[in-house]
Structures are given as C-alpha cells and as structure tokens.
C-alpha cells in the first residue's frame, strides 16, 4: 500500500477529511491566539520597564499631572493602567472640596488600582480560553476521526472478505487522524500553562505596583496634613 500522504488523503471518507479539516481550523485558530498572546504580553513587559523609569523621578516631585500624561504613552503595560487608574482617583479625590477625611483620596486610589488590575487580568486572558477549550477538545476530534477510520476498516474487511491489505487504508486513515488530534492538542495545551504562568507574574506586579502606590499616597496625604496643620 501506498502510505504518501497524497495517498492516504485519497483513500479517507469524506468523514474523516472532515474531522482534518476542523483539526486544521482549529490549529490555525491557536496558532493565531498564540502568537497574538505573545505579542501583546511582551508589549506589555516592554512598555512596563520603560515606565517605572520613567515615573522614578516625576513621582518623587509629586507631579501628578505628569505622572499620568507619562502613563497615557504606555497604553500597552499592565502597570501603566494600574499606576494611572491609582493617580487619577487620587488626585480627583483630592481636590474635591467636600472630603473632610484624608483618608479619602488614598481610599479611592486603592479602590481604582485594585478594580483596572482585576479588568487588567481579564484583558490578558482574553482568547487563552479558546486555546483551553482546543487543547481538551482537539484529542476526542482526532478519536472520533479514529473511530471512523476503524469502521471504514470493518467495511472494507466486509466487503473484500478479509486480509491485512483489505483494512490497511482504514487503520492508516485512523492513525493520522489520532496523531493530528494530539498534535493539535499538546502546543495548545503547552501554550495556555505558560501565558496562565506569565498572567500570574503580571497579577503580583500589579499588586506590588498597587501596594507600592497605596504607600506613596500615604507618604503625600500625611504630608499634605502636616503642612495644613503648620
């Protein structure tokens, strides 16, 4: 028997050429969610270095307003979102005449760093469940192409009265079909460990980013009161 791959393609039903060519899509589909995921995430490690020195020296003036046009130019780093969303509730709170308590403006730039990190993170794991869903999906598609490879066996077994030449295409069309499920599966089931991996490095970040921000803003409201008080 002929075991090209030209000759294997002739030799599957229609069924099984089916079940290729959604493993294909498929395939295409988390080739795209990986390269688009790696992407951005190394814009965002980019841009996020090139922010924090940056910021360095604009913070320790305390100019806001600075501070936060220099965040806008980061559109892509995960900190920038966190550190922009913190001064501007900050600042906000701050020049509103009607909060008495200083611990108002450093309530609210809490409260806004911590609800931009939790829409942050869902923005970085926006299209990993497409690659989850194909990395648990794409080895029973590959199965169900199996299984119609291995009736076209019986059928042809049937109908030739038996003989190893008789099932050979069958088998061969249900072992292509197996291998292209798992080939499909495993890089997309590798790729979602390691953007969850990178997400979670991104969430501490954020958090630090936040704490370090929350402490900053602490620093500056007691220092505001000290000076009103003098």
Do not use: C
């Not at 199965?143 to 030449?165: C, D, N, P, R």
């Amino acid at each position: 028997m002929d075991t090209s791959l030209p000759a294997l393609w002739a030799s599957m039903t229609w069924g099984a050429k089916a079940v290729v060519f959604i493993m294909l899509f498929m395939s295409i589909f988390s080739i795209w969610v990986m390269v688009e995921r790696y992407i951005t995430f190394q814009k965002a490690k980019n841009q996020s270095l090139k922010l924090l020195g940056a910021l360095s020296n604009v913070l320790t003036r305390g100019d806001y307003q600075q501070a936060i046009d220099i965040t806008k130019k980061y559109k892509e780093s995960h900190l920038a979102k966190v550190i922009s969303a913190g001064l501007l509730e900050f600042e906000a709170a701050r020049r509103d005449k009607r909060n008495i308590d200083p611990e108002v403006p450093l309530e609210a730039a809490r409260q806004g760093m911590d609800r931009t990190a939790m829409i942050t993170v869902a923005e970085l794991k926006e299209n990993l469940g497409v690659l989850a869903t194909i990395g648990a999906t794409a080895p029973f598609v590959g199965l169900f192409g199996t299984v119609i490879g291995i009736m076209h066996a019986f059928q042809k077994m049937a109908t030739s009265g038996g003989g190893i030449a008789s099932v050979s295409a069958g088998i061969a069309e249900a072992l292509v079909t197996t291998a292209i499920g798992l080939g499909v599966a495993i890089p997309a089931v590798w790729a979602y460990n390691y953007f969850q991996n990178r997400i979670d490095r991104f969430t501490v970040e954020m958090s630090n980013s936040g704490s370090e921000m929350a402490i900053y803003f602490l620093k500056e409201g007691n220092a505001q009161t000290k000076s009103s008080v003098a």
